[in-house]
């Protein structure tokens, strides 16, 4: 069965008519106390889902923003047990927006794919991305998930096959996140027009919503994104912004940021940055 937080966001999306905003934090990034007051400013900032990621050694995926916020992390012992534990305490606080675990599959295999499903489910977290794991070699854990009701969310690229976005889309659940580009994660001047040729190519295939992320950076891309998916994922603009920002005000020029996203000039965000 599919996570029903993720399946009711992209319905309330539908009903509300707008583009959903995915954004993604690396936890522990700049550190693990502004990550837990971080994702409830997200939500009441706009956001429909929020990615955790895992701090891993070699991010193969990701442009060197969040691979500096992932090195960052790891530095400060932030491990995928203390990324569950920070799920289960935002949970904790009634944050109630879908819950993303972002992170390379080695961190997993050596909890334990069981044990790790099973910690996730315990800890609020309704999907995964797992981007050096490919279909072929998904079945644990996509068994694992699919008992718990986790959503085991596939990355499809540009230069993805006919064939491998079939296989993909047969045993996707949640959404289809699509790559805009073929490349790292990073933002970007401009969105890359392969992502809606993806996107088409994704639709023959599956009726689950879309998400298409990788180089969007401000409102301009997500209205342009908005106009054939369902969502747009929004990752190393925000790491840059929690990077950039003024002491104490990391949480504060995110919430700001967010609203630009959304399409408001001014946020107002009342927490302990």
């Known amino acids: 069965m599919p996570s029903p937080r993720i399946a009711e966001a992209f319905q309330r999306m539908k009903r509300q008519g707008k583009t959903g905003l995915i954004l993604y934090v690396t936890v522990g990034f700049p550190d ?36 500096k916020a992932s090195y960052h992390a790891l530095g400060q012992g932030v491990t995928l047990r203390r990324c569950l534990a920070v799920a ?11 819950l993303i675990l972002m992170g390379y599959y080695n961190p997993i295999l050596a909890l334990g794919v069981n044990a790790f499903v099973r910690q996730a489910q315990a800890s609020g977290v309704d999907g995964l991305i797992v981007p050096d794991l490919p279909p072929e ?7 694992a998930t699919a008992e718990l009701d986790i959503d085991l969310i596939c990355l499809l690229a540009p230069t993805s096959t006919e064939r491998r976005i079939a296989e993909a889309c047969a045993s996707a659940s949640g959404f289809i996140y699509c790559v805009s ?7 970007r001047d401009q969105v890359s027009s392969e992502g809606q040729g993806l996107v088409e190519r994704v639709r023959r295939h599956t009726r689950l919503p879309v998400a298409v992320g990788f180089g969007i950076a401000r ?4 209205e342009a994104v908005g106009r054939y998916a369902e969502a747009a994922v929004i990752g190393s603009a925000l790491v840059n912004v929690l990077d950039q920002a003024s002491p104490g005000r990391a949480v504060a020029e995110a919430v700001q940021f967010v609203k630009e996203l959304r399409g408001e000039a001014q946020g107002v965000y009342r927490g302990t940055a």
């Open 137 to 143: 070699e998904s079945g644990p854990l996509k068994a």
């Open 32 to 67: 693990v106390q502004t990550t837990l007051e971080l994702a409830p400013a997200l939500e009441v900032a706009g956001a429909d889902i929020v990615e955790l990621g895992v701090p891993f050694s070699d991010p193969l995926a990701d442009g060197a923003t969040i691979q």
């Open 181 to 187: 580009l073929a490349g790292v994660t990073g933002a």
């Open 88 to 98: 289960a305490e935002l949970r904790g606080r009634g944050f109630a927006v879908p």
């Open 219 to 222: 409102r301009e891309h997500v």
